[in-house]
């Protein structure tokens, strides 16, 4: 098979794997070699469908020996198939490399023929890389579960980051649809890359010249919508994950419906593209925020309000604690307040030792009064409508959102506006 066939169909299978933003790695370019991982990251940029495409993201096959039932790759369906060798890989990445089409490489693969096989494959694509064409540049590569804890440690000295896709969030459903898959074999590389990273970390602090391993950290996937799991259980799940094993980050991908098979125990059509957008809210709230899901959503209400933002329907579902006089409360309490960041807080803090805050002050910190003012009082005043009502604010939030979507889909749709220059 010519190369360029192989290019088109391994891109084209890889494209359903969201974990490929990279950040974090700092290296910069050594004598004689080439590229270099920045701590400010690969400049990103999407693809038609929406997903990233800065690096150069490819699947070493697709030729898989399982047979997941959401999957395009999976075993029992009819399509061409396709593989690379490892040096036709490394030749591929440092070409394009070199033509300025990437700044490295996210590289993943469907189980060959057993995982011990195809991570050794996928090793020997970043030794070509590193050790023959002396690349420096970023590379994430995808540890395959079921695979000796030996080619997942070479992975991590080799690679910038390492992800292990959990796919499904509940056993039941990795039963269910991905039968061939293991909760333990997914975990337990899980567990060895961040007891590794620590174990290398320290020595380094010792001995500087010890190697860095997954210098950016891990990462993870869950697909939202392929099985019933409700908001609340998959953020239960991130949380934990983000405390046992210090992962970078969770990326949630909407279940796309590619197999159509009706005997698949498979809903027909995907979730709403809202749903995967208000859990990437919510577990910014998770890591920045010091929110935990328990308290973001309950048993009785687990899903996530599609019409207002996470910390919106938290605040409105906790009225107790509002509205928050900004002179007084703490930055925890600061940090809580639907339109008030991170920064903001720490600037609210600052500037209020020299004196009391006015609304203009707030603006000036970066505080989104649009949604604060609901929320907060400012030296005892309360710009957000009569008094704190939860339902009518609900209302006039869940009625911004839908002006603001009809505007966007307005401004995606029509062309003659392009046509005719038009500026939101
Ligand atoms: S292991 Fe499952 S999800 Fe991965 S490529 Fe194979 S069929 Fe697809």
């Known amino acids: 098979m010519e190369l360029s066939e192989k290019i088109k169909i391994l891109a084209e299978s890889a494209k359903y794997d969201v974990s490929c933003s990279s950040s974090g790695s700092s290296r910069n370019n050594t004598p004689g070699g080439i590229g270099n991982a920045a701590e400010a990251g690969i400049c990103h940029t999407w693809s038609a469908d929406g997903r990233c495409i800065s690096l150069l993201k490819i699947l070493m096959s697709n030729d898989c020996q399982y047979d997941c039932a959401y999957c395009n790759n999976r075993r029992s369906n009819d399509f061409p198939r396709a593989s690379f060798t490892p040096s036709e890989l490394a030749e591929l990445t440092i070409a394009f490399y070199r033509r300025n089409y990437i700044e490295g490489l996210f590289l993943s693969s469907a189980i060959e023929e057993h995982p011990d096989r195809t991570m050794e494959k996928m090793n020997e694509v970043l030794r070509l890389l590193r050790d023959h064409h002396r690349f420096n540049g970023y590379i994430h590569i995808k540890g395959i579960p079921g695979s000796n804890p030996r080619l997942i440690h070479e992975a991590g000295l080799l690679a910038d980051r390492i992800s292990v896709n959990i796919e499904l969030p509940s056993e039941e459903s990795l039963r269910l649809l991905a039968p061939q898959k293991k909760k333990e074999n997914i975990l337990l590389p899980m567990r060895q890359i961040h007891q590794q990273s620590l174990q290398f970390r320290q020595e380094k602090r010792k001995f500087p010249s010890t190697p860095d391993f997954a210098p950016a950290g891990q990462s993870t996937q869950l697909m939202i919508g392929a099985s019933p799991e409700s908001d609340r259980q998959i953020l239960r799940l991130s949380q934990g994950l983000y405390n046992r094993f210090a992962l970078k980050r969770v990326y949630y991908s909407a279940y796309v419906p590619v197999n159509t098979h009706s005997r698949l125990p498979l809903p027909l059509s995907p979730p709403p593209q809202l749903r995967e957008h208000r859990l990437y809210q919510a577990d910014w709230l998770l890591r920045f925020y010091g929110f935990h ?54 600037r609210i803090v600052t500037a209020r030792k020299s004196g009391p805050l006015h609304y203009d002050d707030l603006k000036r910190a970066g505080v989104v009064l649009k949604r604060a003012r609901y929320f907060l009082t400012c030296q005892g005043r309360y710009e957000g409508g009569r008094d704190f009502q939860p339902d009518r604010i609900h209302h006039l939030l869940r009625r911004e959102h839908q002006i603001e979507t009809s505007r966007y889909r307005g401004q995606q749709m029509t062309m003659e506006d392009w046509k005719g220059g038009f500026r939101p």
């Open 293 to 346: 899901a328990e308290e973001l959503l309950q048993p009785e209400a687990p899903d996530l309000d599609l019409h207002i933002d996470p910390k919106c329907m938290w605040a409105l579902r906790n009225p107790g604690s509002f509205p928050v006089e900004v002179n007084r409360a703490s930055l925890q309490v600061l940090l809580r307040v639907p339109g008030i960041g991170p920064v903001s807080a720490r």
